[in-house]
């Protein structure tokens, strides 16, 4: 579950804690400071905000995918636990006719709060269940439509079904009982959704959502099944929500249905991308800063308020200082963050990770380098028969090839020839008209890409897919997450031994992006090899290096693939570097293999120096 | 018989409306990969300038260019202002400014003008309807079909025949090769949303006779028609726009007439539960793109 209990558990609950400390100890100057009922109702607001925007950061932040309906969960919870926690005299005032038998019941706040949460669950799952369907991944845009069309249809319905929500007039809005006294539900929650979102950003299925984010192909390819991550993480982050809306509600003391609409969806819209949504001390902190900016827009527009001693009456800017002033203000901060800083003023930064690279991993030493393994498992790779049309285009015929394990195969031809065609099949990207590929007799044809390397096939790609924004360590854990699930019986690697075997270890906290081109190369390498699989797949690994680059590329492959006992499936055209890798070469031409053998009887072979040099090269 | 016949003109009348604004929503979608949350606006400006010129003793022949110039200006300032400064970026972030420029807007308006809702005259025709045999079909509806026809035509010859027309449909095959090419991106991005505001002109002059009265949020409905009918018909695709306007504002109009008295308010929520619903088995829409997946 957690690759480092001390960097993903402890470090994490330190970091909740002075976040929930900043936070509320924030709030509590300025309330002593300003010491009126008004400071202390917009000190309360921000922390019941700030419970429902972390609960919004678990989901958008690690799946990046953009949600309007968290709101809309919100308005659900919020309904169930109003129409829970009310007394039967109120119900008779407001609902009377409440379906469902609801207008006898009354349970505790608590309870209500706890069958708000699993009401909404219930939806969530379903509306979890659309958003799998519809492909999302990060930015989609189907997803995001989806997730407003849930904030609509909540608001609609709460609109048109008085009986059980009091409809939208004024007046008809709840009068919760007891209302809330104290803060301590509140600061309960938000400590608690401190801890639950960081813990989760660390956690397995959290480091595997966020692989998914920064590069959905590339996850998939490592073992990744982003569908159900992105489940996991929505159900724990509409849990969250559901919580910090019933204790809205609860605070506010009535619900209406604009209550939990497209303002309010907004707001909290704007405070987690202000501070940035990738990290949960960026929700915290854009909580704080808008909280801030409204309330001064809001005091600004109002007349007769000074900053500094100067009024800000005067006629010439009296236009600007008017009511409403925070509106604008949201949807500007929104627009000018977009446009200058669109992953907000932290970016991904988070206070507890920072902390634990500063005092809390002591010395580390660079590993030994790691062993050849003494015998390579015995295992085939095999596809034969492989055909695939593109409408009448026959892009390959009967191809074939086998691969053992501990070898290492070539695949070279001219531009055309169907190396990528036969590529994409064997890693699930283009289903073949007919043929089968497997690995020790598993047919593994039409399985999706995350079960090819669940099974042992696994892939690097021609340009270079990284998980940008995680460092060069997190890159490499991601795989070792998935080899400890699916390839257990396998000897799996450790993280940091094949950063060193790859030359990364100076580079192990710096951002994959920020790596230059061999090191990103290298990293893909060491990532694919902490899968433990039983087949590399090279998908051209020395596209744009120079030719002295991809000699020292040669010997890397080899011992890489040697410490994990892999088998190597290298594509390329360079003539060059496939002998000088290959243990066996297949020649591909025009979407069929004219022939296959050692590098030598390859390069005798004068139908590839046909295809190589021309016809005449026979003749 | 008649009934269904009475609601099939209705919905071709509503459904006309959706499918200018969501050819607007698919041009700039096409040329962009934006989303346009801000379309609505097209329509609330022009509100409130049709609200201004009756107050100052305009009329409707007057107010009908009034409308659709302001929304091309609008559209063409929109661009200027915020969505020329995010091109290229992430979808996330596209998706966010148009957002927050639709609140900027209707923030605006309820700072600067008001919350209340602005009122003015429809046209005195607006109202009149034509018995048919058993039929009484809405002038309204039959103008607006007329109406639409001639501009989809008229658009139809603009991307087909035109250079500009072919610039624009190059640039949303792959943006980058049109520019290798020598289409020039500013102007055909420019473009775009000089056709979108206009699309959204003529849907407002329609949109605007039939509210009767403006408010600070009165473009999140036209926003949504257009975003979700782009989105039915299949994003990427004009046709399908135009298509899936057709299809939402039949979809209205039939749900209305089907569904039992006592629901009958829930049309919109059945609605979005169907498109919800089209979307998890057609992810694409109606006339789905293919998106290849590169490696």
Known sequence: MFPNARRDIAFPVIGSLVLFAVLFGGGMIYQTILGNGSAERLVTTMLVDAIIVIGIQIYIGNTGILSFGHIGFGAIAGYVFAVYAISPEEKLKRIPSAPFGLSDIQVSPALAIAIAVGVTLVFAFIVGIGLARSGAQSGSVAATVITLALLFVTHEVAKSWPELTGGNRGGIAFGIGESLKGRTPILAALFAALLVARIYGQSRSGKLAIAAREDNLAARAMGVNPLVQQMIALLISVAVVSVGSSLRVWQIGSILPDRFFFDYAMLTLVMLIVGGRNSVTGAVLGVAVMTAARELARRLGQDGFEIFGIGLDEAPLDWVFRENLNSVVLGLAMVAFMIWRSSGILEDWEFDQWLYQKIGRGQEVEPQRLAELDSVPETIFAASGINVSFGGFKALTDAGITAAGGEIVGIIGPNGAGKTTFVNVITGMVEPTEGRFSIDGADLSGKPAFELSRNGLVRTFQNLRLFGSLSVRENIEVSALVANEHRADRTIRDVDSLMAEAGLWEHRDRRARELDYGNSRRLELARAAAMAPSFMLLDEPTSGMSDSESLTMIEQVRHMAATVGAGVIVIDHDLGFITGISDRIYVFDQGQVIADGTPAEVQANPHVQAAYLGSAAIT | ?295
């Open chain 2, 1 to 295: 018989m008649s009934e269904l016949l009475q609601n099939l003109i209705d919905g071709l009348g509503r459904g006309s409306i959706y499918a200018l604004l969501a050819l607007g929503v698919a041009v700039v979608f096409g040329i962009m990969h934006l989303l346009n949350f801000a379309h609505g606006e097209l329509i609330t400006i022009p509100g409130y300038l049709t609200y201004w010129a009756f107050n100052n003793g305009w009329n409707w022949w007057t107010v009908v260019p009034l409308i659709v110039v302001s929304a091309v200006i609008t559209s063409l300032i929109i661009e200027r202002v915020a969505f020329s400064r995010v091109r290229g970026a992430s979808d996330f972030t596209l998706l966010l400014t148009s957002f927050g420029v639709h609140f900027i807007v209707s923030a605006g308006f309820l700072l600067y003008v008001s919350a209340s809702v602005k009122p003015y005259p429809r046209p005195t025709w607006f109202a009149k309807t034509l018995a048919v045999g058993s039929l009484n079909i809405e002038v309204f509806d039959l103008v607006v079909i007329a109406v639409t026809v001639v501009v989809l035509a008229g658009t139809t010859w603009l991307l087909q025949r035109t250079m500009f027309g072919l610039a624009l449909r190059a640039a949303a095959a792959d943006f980058d090769a049109a520019r290798l090419m020598g289409v020039k991106s500013d102007s055909v991005i420019r473009g775009a949303f000089a056709l979108s505001g206009f699309l959204a002109g003529i849907a407002g002059v329609f949109w605007i006779m039939r509210e009767g009265q403006v408010t600070p949020t009165a473009g999140i409905n036209p926003m949504l028609q257009g975003v979700l009918a782009a989105l039915i018909g299949g994003l990427g695709s004009l046709r399908g726009a135009v298509l899936g306007g057709l299809a939402l504002g039949l979809a209205e109009v039939l749900l209305r007439s089907w569904l039992p008295v006592g629901i009958q308010n829930l049309t919109t929520g059945f609605v979005f539960v169907m498109i919800a619903l089209l979307f998890i088995f057609r992810p694409g829409g109606l006339l789905s793109v293919p998106q290849v997946e590169r490696v």
